[in-house]
């Protein structure tokens, strides 16, 4: 059981973690009705023992309870991930904004964190890893062609290419970026008002990675996620004169 999700483990846990003794029940209700929260001794009761059971809390016979290390840890466990959340939350409303400089925002995250996978995966991609890139560029060069969209093939080659850096910290930051849905919408969307399928690319960071070169790979990450900036960025100007003109004539 996480602890974030249960109403009062958290609380409690806390309470007993910044006091020097052990500590009952009815201490813990009166510290919650401190702080606005009215709760019943019973309930507190049966959340301590299900905190014993889970090894987070220890009794110190008639004195109450005591945190555990594994109490400790997950508590920073929990504030780390509500913290994790907080930021994928933020992130999420960034993204998913209709306002297009926010998505160069976006573009920016992903040069810092896609320069390093690029780098890392041609030092470390495994030859089954090879093989499922060339894949992705198949079924991207392919729907290309027949103008079916690309965008689950540009997300599953960059995934990929994170995959294969051996990095997860480096893979969750991606992997976060890129499944928030408009994002890689509104990347097909200028790719098809651009005429680009950045296709060619993708196919000089896969012959980089594939030769195991750090450098070309992520040489033309660069250029790659560079272009995709300049095509936001022209995409941005163009939409704004656009509205601009349609204010005009409204007000004529």
């Known amino acids: 059981m996480e602890i974030k999700q249960g109403k ?10 910044n006091s020097d003794e052990p500590v009952g ?4 209700v009166n510290t919650l009705k401190e702080q606005g929260i009215e709760v019943s001794s019973a309930t507190i009761g049966r959340e301590l023992n299900q905190l014993e ?15 555990t290390p594994a109490g400790k840890e997950k508590i920073l466990e929990t504030n780390n991930s509500l913290e994790l959340e907080y930021h994928t939350d933020k992130l999420s409303e960034l993204i998913n904004s ?26 470390r991609i495994t030859e089954n890893e090879i093989e499922e890139l060339q894949e992705c560029l198949n079924k991207q060069f392919s729907h290309a062609k027949e ?9 599953a080659f960059h995934k990929g290419i994170a995959k294969a850096s051996k990095n997860k910290a480096l893979l969750s930051l991606y992997i976060m970026l890129s499944t928030m849905g408009q ?12 005429g680009d399928s950045y296709t060619s690319l993708h196919l000089k960071i896969f012959e980089a990675i594939k030769e195991r070169n750090p450098e070309k790979a992520e040489k033309f990450m660069l250029m790659h996620l560079d272009q995709l900036k300049i095509d936001i960025d022209s995409y941005c100007k163009k939409d704004i004169r656009i509205r601009q003109m349609k204010s ?4 004529l």
């Open 8 to 17: 009062w483990k958290k609380l409690i846990l806390e309470i007993i973690n």
């Open 147 to 155: 103008n079916i969209s690309i965008a689950d093939d540009d997300i």
């Open 98 to 123: 209709d306002v297009l400089e926010n998505f160069l925002m976006v573009l920016d995250a992903r040069i810092a964190i896609e320069r390093q996978t690029a780098i890392l995966a041609a030092q």
């Open 248 to 251: 005009e004539i409204t007000d």
């Open 53 to 67: 059971m889970m090894g987070l809390v220890e009794k110190n016979k008639f004195k109450g309870r005591s945190i």
């Open 183 to 194: 994002q890689s919408e509104m990347f097909e969307h200028i790719r098809k008002q651009v």
């Open 25 to 28: 029940s009815w201490s813990i």
